[in-house]
């Protein structure tokens, strides 16, 4: 499996929209940034000629498996599947703080 960079993560809550997870990758010559919403997921590949170019918004996804099934690259496949492994993990953290926090409103 490819080695993968983590940049950056981030939650962001929107009102009207709910949750958004954010990350920066990087994995050999290859550049990601993703964010995974509610109701789909989007991907810009930061590093390649037609951002530079275009500026383009990156491509929209339905769900995650189809992200990954769109990219043939195992290093971009690898940071799709870090970015999902990230999200799951701040959605834990987030479940465990809310947690304490009523527990600690309880005692």
């Not at 962001?12 to 050999?28: D, I, M, T, V």
């Not at 043939?72 to 479940?95: F, G, H």
């Amino acid at each position: 499996m490819a080695s993968v960079e983590i940049k950056s993560s981030k939650v962001q809550e929107y009102k009207n929209l709910g949750r958004y997870f954010y990350a920066e990758l990087a994995s050999g010559k290859h550049e990601i940034t993703v964010a995974i919403a509610p109701d789909h997921v989007q991907v810009v590949l930061t590093s390649n000629a037609a951002l530079r170019a275009w500026r383009t918004l990156g491509k929209t996804f339905r769900t995650m498996e189809l992200a990954q099934a769109h990219y043939k690259t195992p290093e971009i496949r690898a940071m799709l599947a870090q970015a999902v492994d990230l999200n799951e993990a701040s959605k834990l953290a987030e479940s465990v703080a809310r947690a304490a926090l009523l527990e600690g409103a309880c005692a």
